[in-house]
């Protein structure tokens, strides 16, 4: 039985950060990977997404300048867009992997612990002195009659001819980014939401005009509905809710996704784990000494980004390395729904401080500035919440919502007063970061 330092399994961000780091030590190292090397962001995920998206907020910009001096607005061809998307990504898993494999043994298939420090890959066995799980999460299938004819955002992803109607089950993250890609490609879409709002970890005034902006490009949305079955009919596919019935060519499960734990035979290690993770300490220790999770697998309340689990990464090689035995400390995150508008937020969500005296809540309407005027960028908000003078929250929705809120990330983080941020720096004009100065307090 062969024994290592670290046995990865799971080659995702979190993953992958760790043993590139550990590339550079003397480490013998092992990755395990029973998917696409790379994991879900770079294949299916978040790096394709924004890929596709770039043409999407093309053409959806093109129409919403339609009488402002554009003429004829872009159309969107999915089918070539879609090569050039598998041009570019196909090869990634395989890339990773050599990658992976010039530093550190590496071997294909699925981990199940035998126990605390050993597993078992293909029949063969490993120890591992220290014993790393990365193995992230998974799409959800909703268990109802006719889940097979579900599809996943990993579908939607590589499907290379665009169906004429669509409807997505679910309103968060992966349902309204997806469906603002294919609607731009000219999809008939419905968004199937089975409470009375979208996006819960955002603004609710900020996701109410989000729908609503949706919903005047065409996107047609069924709140409060709840898909019970779904069955193939000569006409397509019939959906049956609690609201009655509807039809579609292909329907996506976007309701949301769960740790991929179910093959790692948890119980095995005495591993503590429940729907939401796998229960770590603050060194992202597990139940079983010196086995540890990162990354998406994990239960915790920071959001489940890959700029998180990469951080845990960096985290757990300083920790292993002896370079930093302190418990973790996250920074300050700051996310972002890149549909159209997008959405974004750090910090205190307005909605949590409304009521509380001592926060201040000022929101900014921005389209009357000649950047988002020139767009014709109408919905433009921005939302800054402060605490005694000191910025703790921003959000905005907005066409370039992501990289706006990315202004306020330092001055929230580092605690900047607007006193030291008017000091130190200027900022290119005109762009929000101009305005930021004069914003804060």
């Known amino acids: 039985m062969k024994s290592y330092d670290e046995i990865l399994i799971g080659s995702g961000p979190a993953a992958y950060r760790l043993s590139n780091l550990l590339a550079t030590t003397d480490h013998r190292v092992l990755v395990v990977e029973g998917f696409e090397y790379g994991g879900t962001c770079p294949n299916y995920g978040c790096e394709p997404k924004i890929f596709l998206e770039g043409a999407a907020r093309a053409v959806l910009q093109s129409q919403q300048l339609l009488g402002r001096g554009i003429k004829t607005p872009a159309t969107l061809d999915w089918s070539a867009l879609m090569k050039t998307k598998l041009d570019r990504f196909n090869p990634w898993p395989g890339q990773t992997s050599e990658i992976i494999s010039k530093s550190h043994d590496v071997v294909d298939g699925y981990a199940r612990f035998v126990n605390a420090h050993t597993i078992e890959v293909a029949g063969q066995h490993y120890h591992g002195k220290n014993i790393i799980i990365a193995t992230g999460q998974t799409p959800n299938i909703l268990d109802i009659p006719g889940k097979d004819l579900l599809h996943t955002s990993y579908d939607v992803l590589s499907m290379t001819e665009l169906p004429k109607k669509m409807a997505f089950i679910g309103g968060g993250f992966v349902a309204l980014e997806l469906a603002t890609l294919v609607a731009a490609a000219g999809a008939d879409v419905t968004i199937i939401v089975h409470s009375d709002r979208l996006l819960r970890e955002f603004p609710v005034n900020e996701t109410i005009a989000?729908?609503?902006?949706?919903?005047?490009?065409?996107?047609?949305?069924?709140?409060?509905t709840n898909l019970q079955?779904?069955?193939?009919?000569?006409?397509?596919?019939?959906?049956?809710?609690?609201?009655?019935?509807?039809?579609?060519?292909?329907?996506?499960?976007?309701?949301?996704?769960?740790?991929?734990?179910?093959?790692?035979?948890?119980?095995?290690?005495?591993?503590?784990?429940?729907?939401?993770?796998?229960?770590?300490?603050?060194?992202?220790?597990?139940?079983?000494?010196?086995?540890?999770?990162?990354?998406?697998?994990?239960?915790?309340?920071?959001?489940?980004?890959?700029?998180?689990?990469?951080?845990?990464?960096?985290?757990?090689?300083?920790?292993?390395?002896?370079?930093?035995?302190?418990?973790?400390?996250?920074?300050?995150?700051?996310?972002?729904?890149?549909?159209?508008?997008?959405?974004?937020?750090?910090?205190?969500?307005?909605?949590?401080?409304?009521?509380?005296?001592?926060?201040?809540?000022?929101?900014?309407?921005?389209?009357?500035?000649?950047?988002?005027?020139?767009?014709?960028?109408?919905?433009?908000?921005?939302t800054l919440v402060f605490s005694h003078h000191q910025l703790v929250g921003a959000s905005e929705i907005g066409d370039h919502a992501a990289d706006d809120i990315n202004n306020?990330?330092?001055?929230?983080?580092?605690?900047?007063?607007?006193q030291q941020y008017r000091q130190a720096l200027i900022a290119i004009y005109p762009a929000l970061a101009d305005k930021v100065a004069s914003l804060l307090q």
């Open 210 to 224: 989000l729908g609503k902006d949706m919903a005047k490009r065409g996107i047609h949305f069924a709140y409060n």
């Open 229 to 382: 079955a779904i069955q193939q009919t000569k006409q397509g596919l019939l959906l049956q809710t609690d609201k009655g019935t509807m039809t579609s060519d292909y329907v996506v499960d976007a309701t949301g996704r769960h740790p991929n734990i179910d093959r790692l035979g948890l119980e095995k290690a005495d591993i503590q784990h429940d729907r939401h993770g796998i229960a770590v300490d603050s060194h992202l220790m597990t139940s079983a000494k010196d086995v540890y999770a990162i990354g998406d697998v994990v239960n915790r309340k920071q959001p489940k980004l890959t700029p998180v689990a990469e951080f845990e990464g960096q985290y757990l090689f300083d920790l292993l390395t002896g370079q930093n035995p302190e418990p973790i400390h996250y920074p300050t995150v700051a996310r972002a729904t890149f549909t159209f508008p997008e959405i974004a937020q750090v910090g205190i969500n307005p909605d949590d401080v409304q009521k509380k005296a001592d926060y201040q809540i000022k929101t900014i309407p921005l389209n009357g500035a000649s950047l988002y005027a020139g767009q014709n960028d109408q919905t433009t908000t921005l």
């Open 408 to 418: 306020f990330l330092p001055v929230i983080g580092l605690k900047i007063s607007g």
